[in-house]
């Protein structure tokens, strides 16, 4: 549908994060890129975290005044940070002769369910703004804060900012919705751990997702499903580029897409087809092993049901064959902040589930290779075996998806683990002649 607008007028997001904003010369930064995207003919929509650090110095505050906070008092104090740099963005912005004004979440609405310090957006309602940006008005957001039904401050827990973004994006149907922020773009793997790691042009949603977990996270998970859902194209990029940087509309960071989106670009020539798009590392999960579980109906119920109540995540699950005496045993990971908790757990119901030991290990790896090329091609898996098999890394367990194989291995072999397979799937970028 045409938007109604001006020039050639795009209707954009622009998400900046913490170190962007932190502090008023990075601020005014901000709003020179801001002031170009408005002036390129483009309708604006800013959303703002808070400045570096203050959300863990707002956070402190409750903690010191009262250890047992309550929740909907505690947003109000952890909301300010966003409050203070969205009105300090529309100051700057203004200070530079532009139109500009902030729009609190209480008064867009951007309305969430109630859960404290970790609220959902359930809609945001859109026409003022819209109208105000038809109107050559840039709008400023504090992202992270939403209301409630009954009309209290909520936040959507850390990193909420990109959700906002996304939610905003959404509610006023832009055409792209860029986050900037201190990388450049989403890479094949962590390129602290391979130097050869390239910048992908593009990633599906699914893709980013299975990728969340590499390098620094660059976006708030449930970002990437809301902008899946609602069909929300991102861009990541960079706001610390030099002056003649390129543009945000040539798209110089990495596109998170539909997988339509993605055949396009791969059509047009735009990219090339990978049957691997990166290689992902999670060293935050443990492995628990129950053995000689009773091997019968109902017995692997005993076990993950209580973990399930506990609202414990269970990610890779192996049952191994039976043993003699109908017995098994069963090996699953789950994250290594619940580990405690989760062994308590099943010590509590040894005469339930009936094992016989329990065996866990913190000291492990979840290594995986992503990408939605695989759905069509085999071959895959095996590579990954061999790969790391040459280079004598023992695979403890393996689960895999449509778009994603994964392994776990000893915590110590992750960085040789990741660089293998980035050199075996050919993801290692090449040096160009010169
Ligand atoms: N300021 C919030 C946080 O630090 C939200 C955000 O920046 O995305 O988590
Ligand atoms: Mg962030």
């Known amino acids: 549908m045409a938007k109604s607008g001006p020039k050639s007028g795009k209707r954009i997001v622009m998400k900046f994060g913490g170190t962007s904003m932190a502090g008023t010369e990075r601020i005014r930064r901000v709003a020179n890129l801001v002031r170009a ?152 793997t962590d390129p602290r751990i391979v130097a050869k790691a390239r910048k992908l042009k593009a990633v599906t949603y699914e893709e980013m997702l299975e990728l969340a977990s590499v390098g620094a996270k660059v976006l708030q998970t449930r970002s990437v499903g809301l902008a899946m859902k609602a069909g929300v194209r991102i861009q990541v990029l960079s706001s610390f580029g030099d002056d003649d940087a390129a543009s945000a509309d040539e798209l110089p960071g990495t596109l998170i897409v539909s997988d339509m989106e993605m055949d396009q670009l791969v059509e ?40 399930a109540d506990a609202s414990i995540n269970v990610d890779m699950i192996i049952q191994n064959v039976g043993r003699d005496k109908g017995e098994t045993d069963v090996t699953f990971t789950v994250p290594q902040a619940d580990l405690a908790r989760a062994q308590a757990m099943l010590e509590d119901r040894l005469e339930d589930i009936g094992f016989n030991r329990i065996i866990t290990d913190s000291h492990i790896a979840k290594i995986s290779v992503v990408g939605v090329g695989m ?60």
């Open 37 to 188: 995207q408005a002036a390129a003919g483009n309708q604006v929509a800013v959303v703002v975290s808070a400045m570096a650090g203050e959300t863990d110095r707002l956070i402190n505050f409750c903690r010191e005044a009262n250890a047992l906070y309550d929740p909907a008092e505690f947003d109000v104090v952890v909301s300010s940070g966003e409050q203070v740099t969205s009105g300090l963005l529309a100051l700057t912005l203004q200070s530079l002769g532009t139109k500009a004004r902030s729009w609190l979440g209480w008064q867009l609405p951007v309305r969430t369910i109630e859960a404290h310090s970790k609220a959902r957006i359930e809609t945001i309602d859109a026409p003022g703004l819209i109208e105000a940006l038809e109107d050559g008005e840039i709008a400023v957001i504090p992202g992270f804060q939403g209301v409630s039904e009954e009309g209290r401050i909520t936040t959507m827990g850390r990193g909420g900012s990109d959700t906002s973004a996304v939610g905003i994006a959404a509610a006023i149907n832009a055409d792209r919705c860029d986050i900037y922020t201190d990388v450049d773009g989403v890479y094949t």
């Open 268 to 307: 047009n020539g735009d990219m090339e087809r990978q049957l691997v798009t990166g290689i992902a590392h999670d060293k935050n999960e443990a492995k628990i092993i129950l053995t000689r579980v009773p091997d019968k109906p109902g017995a692997v119920a005993h076990i993950f049901e209580p973990l």
């Open 375 to 434: 759905k069509s091609h085999a071959g895959v898996a095996s590579t990954m075996f061999r790969a790391l098999s040459d280079r004598g890394i023992n695979i403890q367990a393996i689960s895999t998806s449509e778009i994603k194989v994964s392994v776990l291995i000893d915590e110590d072999e992750t960085e040789l683990a990741v660089r293998v397979l980035h050199t075996a799937y050919g993801l290692d970028a090449v040096e160009e002649a010169v």
